[in-house]
């Protein structure tokens, strides 16, 4: 069965955006170690999972980056992967291979599992990470703490319902500017 893995950054205090969706507090994160690290996570998905405010950030950005501000491993998976919206109002979409989905997430997400390929990934989205996590459908959690404290922004997990267990798996600090991974599973998971 294929696994939806969350990898989101977030700052020390725990939010993967700023109060009003900004994200320029991480875009000079990546150094060539990060950059390695999402390319390894890049190959072993086929699909990327998204609400409309991160689709529509990443679709401005993506068909049109270039190589000289981003590795063109990155940019290829980006552009080819498989994308699934989950949106209400966003009713086109210019990026290829985007399929809009208007119902519910938990649904179409479970149905996904079962049908073969590579994992799927989850970037930002916090909302589709609450609803998933509500459910048990999230299968890894790839946290990248940035060092830098918000005070206030959008959490990930803002609507969950439900407290979910989580086993650590793995951590590991990169080199430039002391990003720390923190890798989860769900403590029931079978494969832990």
């Known amino acids: 069965m294929r696994k939806v893995i969350v990898s989101n950054l977030i700052s020390l205090d725990g939010f993967y955006a700023g109060p009003a969706g900004e994200i320029d507090w991480f875009v000079n994160i990546p150094d060539k170690e990060f950059e390695a690290y999402g390319i390894k996570l890049m190959e072993s998905i086929d699909t990327m999972l ?5 689709y529509e950030l990443m679709a401005a950005y993506w068909p049109t980056a270039s190589p000289g501000a981003d590795d063109q491993k ?12 989950f949106s209400k109002t966003l009713k086109k979409s210019e990026w290829n291979n985007t399929r809009l ?19 799927m990934v989850i ?16 299968d890894d959690y790839r946290i990248f703490v940035i060092p830098v404290v918000l005070g206030k922004g959008k959490s990930m997990f803002a609507g969950l319902q439900n407290r979910v267990n989580l086993k650590l798996m793995e951590t590991r600090v990169f080199q430039t500017p002391g990003v720390t991974l923190l890798r989860y599973v769900p403590s029931d998971n079978k494969n832990t």
Request: no cysteine; proline share 2%.
């Open 123 to 138: 970037y930002g989205s916090g909302e589709i990470v609450s609803a998933l996590a509500s459910k048990g459908l999230i």
């Open 101 to 119: 989905i208007d119902g519910d997430a938990a649904e179409e997400v479970a149905r996904l599992k079962r049908q073969p390929g590579k994992d």
């Open 74 to 85: 990155v940019i290829d998976g980006m552009n080819r992967s498989a994308k699934v919206v």
């Open 50 to 54: 998204f609400g409309r405010v991160t």
